[in-house]
């Protein structure tokens, strides 16, 4: 089964600040790769996704991620936040049996 | 179709009572997701059906738990003698096979075990 890494678990930013959420994942032959979002007391919506192709991978609101083979991570961007962005954020992984393992998350506070 | 509609929303029920979660897949999706979060985390698999078939339990998924996919459309997930534990976020989720193009989430019910 994979395993996801996210490895701050509260980013505080500036408004207009650029932004990176980090997400490791365990090594495998074959992986697909998500960012959600979730905001207070919602399910989560799907920001990207990697399924092969492009390693970077543009999504809704302004986010990219990029899909680093050799590093084995799938590390969100954003070049200018929004107060809107403040949420929670999650990073996951499926394999070869297409359930995907989630990490803690990661919660962005955006500052004005 | 309107997406994964989850229902109630919210549950509050007494420990040691019974509860039943629905979920309405996308309605093309041949897979079905239950996940459970609780506060701080991120989402914990718990169990997924293709089709009718429930394919995958976790260890998570202790034997108070039970889930159905009858004819492969909605699911029903059900806890029998709540414990205050079983407090959480309980979300589905569907996607269609054979890809992993995307797992579309309900907006989950809320359990609280009193």
């Known amino acids: 089964a994979q395993s996801v890494t996210q490895l701050d678990s509260q980013v505080p930013v500036f408004e207009e600040a650029p932004v990176e959420l980090r997400c490791n994942y365990s090594s495998s032959v074959s992986v697909y790769l998500f960012w959600y979002v979730q905001y207070p007391n919602q399910g989560l919506q799907l920001l990207l996704k990697y399924l092969s192709g492009s390693t970077l991978v543009k999504g809704i609101n302004g986010f990219e991620a990029e899909f680093n083979k050799s590093q084995t991570s799938f590390h969100l961007r954003k070049p200018s936040v929004h107060i809107s962005d403040t949420a929670e954020y999650f990073c996951?992984?499926?394999?070869?049996?297409?359930?995907?393992?989630f990490g803690r998350g990661t919660s962005l506070i955006v500052h004005p | 179709d309107t997406g994964v509609s989850q229902n109630p929303r919210h549950k509050i029920t007494k420990r040691g009572q019974n509860v039943t979660f629905r979920c309405d897949p996308i309605s093309e999706h041949n897979r079905l997701y239950w996940y459970r979060q609780t506060l701080g985390q991120g989402p914990e698999f718990l169990t997924y059906?293709?089709?009718?078939?429930?394919?995958?339990k976790s260890r998570l998924l202790s034997d108070r738990f039970s889930a159905e996919r009858p004819k492969g459309s909605f699911s029903t997930l059900e806890i029998q003698r709540t414990e205050q534990g079983d407090s959480a976020m309980y979300l589905c989720?569907?996607?269609?096979?054979?890809?992993?193009?995307?797992?579309?989430f309900g907006s989950g019910t809320r359990l609280t075990v009193v």
């Open positions: 989720a569907s996607s269609p096979i054979p890809r992993s193009d995307g797992y579309t």
């Open positions: 996951a992984a499926s394999g070869g049996s297409y359930i995907p393992t």
């Open positions: 059906f293709q089709n009718e078939a429930q394919l995958e």
